[in-house]
């Protein structure tokens, strides 16, 4: 009964590849998140959807493009990969109330040859 | 703006030893504050949290109090296992009107226990 999923665990693929990562919640949650982590561990925010709506879009390259078809789902698309993606992608969710953390999935560790 | 700083690591200690791992804080707002965990190969998993000043959170032997005076929320066990060896991450969070509502994270603190 896992409570934020993201598939694919695992994505190498080659540099100017397109790709997508899938995010699903079933927590209810209003607001959902991607996250980049790289090789020291340092998270850094993405975006952000709130109930399907887009606030937060952190400086990242327009390659990248999440889409919310609904409040349970949020996905990532990559166009033309290079070699510095290659990191590890977190999707989480929340409920936006004093006192809530967020709900991360396990990961997807993307790599590009 | 919102930050977490926390305490740079590696650190790596022997089993049953004392741990503490600095984390403190700048917000606008009154934040709420949380440490979460990530063992190798996973996702961060929340570890405890606490709400507002003087709090303190607790969970597998881990414990944090929230001190508003020094805005700070020190991670300590009394005796780490090896199984606690893994990456430590202080982060808060502000819900108010106006204010970005995402969990800003500190850079994470890499702990290894030995046997």
Redesign the interface.
């Known amino acids: 009964d896992t409570a934020v999923s993201q598939t694919p665990k695992y994505l190498v693929t080659q540099m100017g590849n397109d790709k997508s990562i899938k995010c699903e919640q079933n927590l209810g949650h209003d607001?959902m998140?991607w996250y980049k982590q790289d090789s020291?561990?340092?998270?850094k925010?993405m975006f952000?959807y709130n109930n399907k709506e887009l606030?937060?879009n952190e400086t990242v390259p327009n390659r990248f493009s999440p889409k919310s078809p609904d409040k349970a789902h949020l996905n990532l698309h990559i166009n033309s990969l290079e070699l510095g993606d290659s990191a590890v992608y977190?999707c989480?969710s929340?409920q936006?109330?004093?006192?809530?953390?967020?709900?991360?999935?396990?990961?997807t560790r993307l790599t590009v040859v | 703006g919102n930050s977490v700083t926390q305490m740079e690591g590696p650190v790596t200690l022997s089993e049953e030893a004392f741990l503490t791992i600095n984390c403190t804080y700048t917000a606008t707002g009154?934040p709420?504050l949380?440490w979460?965990v990530?063992y190798p190969g996973?996702?961060?998993?929340?570890l405890l949290?606490a709400?507002k000043a003087d709090d303190k959170g607790s969970n597998k032997g881990f414990e944090a109090t929230y001190r508003k005076e020094t805005t700070s929320f020190h991670l300590e066990k009394g005796s780490v296992q090896v199984s606690d060896s893994a990456?430590y991450?202080c982060?808060l969070?502000v819900?108010s009107s106006g204010s970005?509502?995402?969990?800003t994270?500190g850079?994470?603190t890499?702990l290894t226990v030995l046997p």
């Open positions: 607001t998140y020291k561990k340092f998270l925010i952000s606030i937060i977190f989480a929340s936006d109330l004093q006192g809530y953390g967020y709900t991360f999935g396990s990961g | 009154y709420s949380f979460y990530q996973e996702g961060l998993q929340l949290k709400t990456v991450f982060a969070r819900i970005a509502r995402q969990l994270f850079s994470g890499q």
